[in-house]
């Protein structure tokens, strides 16, 4: 029999602010998180990074960076399996979600609306479905709650407001892009977004196969087989085009072009010439040429390269 440790009242975290809402991030120092009761309030859990197992009275299920999911009003949890796991509790009651009157501003309008507000299971293990959003908007969602952080505690003048319309951006931003994460794509779509914009943050370093697998939990075969499926280029490829098209945009300035060559990650410039001019049809020197007389402009390689 499960033994709730904590029962959190919606009282004490809203208190007499006027406006039923609360965003927190919960530290985790400890590998086993307590079983709590919520009451009078949903809490929206959004996770950034790592990972954990979210257990209810009856079922366990492994959520990580990207997921998204909705507990309903006495719903009973805790995590376990805690793994650099940091995540945001939109704590709320659920009167806010009632912004019409007219039938045309309503949230249930939206695609997203049925993966997060339908509850799974009965009584104290309700729960929505888990979901997932890409990683580009996962980082628009955490500025936006990071705003709604900022609101509920600083309480400047008009922070009712602010906080209200901001919750409201944020769940329309959620509900249009949150897709459920039972299939393996949708995870896969996220963990290899993930890999493309460390590559592109610093395509000169050299990543081996598994050093990029191990960063999303995957074998190097596993790996390498949805990054193609995903992208339609292999990782080792898909770097490579990064290069080359850094090297395309360094070519408009007068370095040397082993310096070129360096800078774009080729450290053997020989190399760097032969592929560029099999790519591209031109030597390094003749496209800065090219680039100084006006008869080739960089957006016309570029076009020809991937990734776009």
Known sequence: MINVQAN??????????????????????????????????????????????????????????????????????????????????????????????????????LPGYENLFTFQNSG???????????????????????????????????????????????????LRACV???????????????IIRLMEKDCTKNYSLKELAELVNMSPSCFRHNFTEITGTPPGEYLINLRLRKALLLLNFPNPVAETARLSGFPDSNYFSRLIRKRTGYAPTEIRKKYLSGELAAETLLDRLEPK
């Open 180 to 194: 459920p994460a039972d299939s393996a794509s949708s995870q896969n779509i996220f963990q290899i977004s993930q």
């Open 124 to 174: 104290e293990e309700r729960c929505s479905k888990l979901n997932s959003v890409d990683e580009q908007t996962l980082a628009k969602i955490v500025s936006i709650l990071e705003t709604l952080r900022n609101e509920t505690t600083l309480w400047l003048p008009g922070w009712r407001e602010s906080t209200y319309f901001e919750f409201m951006r944020m769940l329309v931003l959620l």
């Open 8 to 109: 959190l009242s919606g009282r004490n975290f809203f208190k007499d602010s006027g406006l039923p809402l609360k965003v927190l991030m919960p530290d985790y120092s400890v590998k086993v998180d307590k079983w709590h009761r919520h009451d009078g309030f949903y809490e929206l859990v959004v996770v950034c990074t790592g990972s954990a197992c979210l257990e209810t009275r009856s079922e366990r299920r492994p959520v990580h960076s990207g997921h998204i999911y909705l507990f309903p009003d006495q719903t009973v949890h805790r995590y376990t399996e805690i793994k650099n796991f940091r995540h945001y509790n939109v704590l709320f009651h659920p009167s806010l979600l009632n912004i019409g009157g007219t039938g045309e501003l309503d949230l249930r309008n």
